[in-house]
């Protein structure tokens, strides 16, 4: 297996984190409920990530009668990419095999999205 890029994941971080804002709406604000609504709308990869990532969010950010917001989207987006990412390139040669299997299950669901909006020709930015 080819090793991935970094930044091809961080982009899917990035991906997920404007799927999960897009399905909040114009409130600011993002449900358990509006996610279910989003999940069925996106693909395998992305409802696999979305769905693990919000929870992590969801349950990162907890305290009784708060709300997930586009800001905690953010810092969590922040805090995947050098805690769940990029702390296991340890060669920054990219994600090898071997490096993947030791991530978290949201690191590699965001690999798994990586490769999938790599394979379907999706450039940087195109979301």
């Given at each position: ?21 897009v ?10 409920s ?13 409802k ?10 969801d349950?990162r ?9 586009a800001?905690?989207i ?13 702390k ?18 949201t ?13 379907a ?7």
């Amino acid at each position: 297996m080819a090793r991935i890029a970094k930044a091809d994941v961080n982009r899917a971080l990035d991906h997920v984190a404007k799927q999960l804002k897009v399905a909040g709406g114009e409130d600011g604000r993002i449900s358990r409920s509006d996610v279910k609504k989003a999940l069925p709308t996106l693909t395998t990869a992305e409802k696999k990530l979305a769905d693990i990532f919000f929870k992590f969010v969801d349950h990162r950010d907890f305290k009784a009668g708060a709300t997930v917001t586009a800001k905690d989207i953010n810092k969590a987006v922040a805090y995947a990419k050098q805690s769940l990412i990029a702390k296991y390139d340890l060669n920054t040669n990219g994600l090898s095999k071997a490096e993947i299997s030791e991530m978290s299950l949201t690191g590699q669901r965001a690999v798994d999205l990586a490769k999938a909006l790599k394979a379907a020709g999706v450039a940087a930015g195109a979301d």
